[in-house]
């Protein structure tokens, strides 16, 4: 996705600034035109030349010096950048930023560009901290700015605490989803299952599997990468947390069930990439096992099918890991889970399936189409999925939604509730017939009522799930979604 696009790199005069030598060199190897601009400090730290020779370019560093196609017209740097990132900024070009004074190229280009910034700062500790500082990123990030957070850790001052400069995989992760933002996706809630659960047998013990996660932590990262707003639900894995994703960390069946029926309340597709447990030891011994009998029999119960328990307006894709009859095994589990679409995976050969870094599969849809796929990275059987997701969600006729603001508006009343204008009554049931409401905490069966206080409206009684959302005012908005009209609806909030 890095293909061709202008990447600025503004590096200021801090420790951190030999660092964006690796991320320039990460960029430019990813496909994209790396245009650097040095502050005058940050060629104290670190000489033109690293940066010109990693990204044969030209490095601006003075404005009013011929060294580059850019010199004179900074605004035409400006107008090429899809995305300015400055990495490391210091404490004073955060000031100066937030000031909005343009004295050198990178503030002239930071205030002519109408591409998306990334700041990253770096800096001292106490310096990161003060109050100043704070006030200046609240102030860029109020503008639109996106901050990726420094890190923890031991600073070139000796100090420990936040300063330093954020992974490398941080940063190009927050220029990549600035990248994506209007991508296919956009606007598009994506929830994703990554890894292997794993159910306890005693304290120290637990039945497993040997997924990595990595073709779910590629799903996730795709789908940000074009626009989605993604909730991954991961179980422990080794791999590094996706910047600019939800992550949701589970261990078991049971984790991972209440966490999907949570993050599918608002979804627009579901992709279940886990291998997840068909089996539990029935019982959890509450004190680690002893070998003292020469043979331990194990009892194990089913666990629940997640993907075929869980329903609702969204696309779902289920992921198929077959050792042998492979296409029909896959096609068994899309009608029996009632799928849009089934990843058959073949796992025999060394280089698909888990733990690597390929996979050769097949995508079979609800229509019947077969498409085999040849050997390729989890990242491209990534984006092939999530193009036959935005094919499905092309087709998805829009529900009927309701928005509605949270009743009374005086933030001074205790309870809130649901006011149904007159002119949306009629796509509800009478009053006292019951219909069922899904809610990213379960799903309930509610009647419309009258309210004396309120002849004009109608409003929906109240239940746990208010209880269940302390944040929300009077006031806020909430969306109800027709799923069935007089029988079942959707409430989904943050919209
Ligand atoms: O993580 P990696 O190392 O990258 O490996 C990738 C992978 C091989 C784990 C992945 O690509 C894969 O194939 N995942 C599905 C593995 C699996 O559990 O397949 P299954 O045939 O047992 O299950 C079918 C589908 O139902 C899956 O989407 C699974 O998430 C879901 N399921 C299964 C059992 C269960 N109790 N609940 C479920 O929701």
Known sequence: MLTNKTIVLGITGGIAAYKAADIASKLTQAGARVEVIMTESATKFIIPLTLRNITGRAVVTDMFELASEFSVEHVALADAADVVAIAPATANTIASLAAGIADDMLGCIVLATRAPIVVAPSMDVNMFENPITQENLSKLKARGFTIVDPAYGRMASGKVGLGRLAETETIIGTIKQMLGRNGDLAGKRITVTAGGTQEPIDPVRHIGNRSSGKMGYAVAEAARDRGAAVSL?????????????????????????EAVIKATARADALIMAAAVADYKPKSVAKAKIKKDSPSLTLELVRTPDILAEVKGNFIKVGFAAESEDTIDNARRKLQEKQLDLIVANDITSPDSGFGVDTNKVTLIDRDGKVESLPLLTKREVADKILDRVVEFLAKKPPLQRIEFSLWPPSSTERYKRINIPEDVRHLFPEDKVPFLIETDIGT????????????????????????????????????????????????????
């Open 444 to 495: 309930f069966s509610v009647c419309v009522k009258r309210h004396e206080n309120t002849p004009s409206h109608i409003h929906l009684r109240r239940t746990n799930w208010f209880k269940a959302h302390p944040e929300l005012k009077a006031g806020d908005k909430v969306a109800i979604e027709v799923i069935e009209p007089m029988k079942k609806y959707r409430l989904k909030v943050g919209i």
């Open 233 to 257: 639900i991961t179980t422990p894995t080794c791999l590094p947390e996706p910047v600019g994703v939800e992550v949701i960390h589970v261990q078991t069946v049971s984790e991972m069930r």
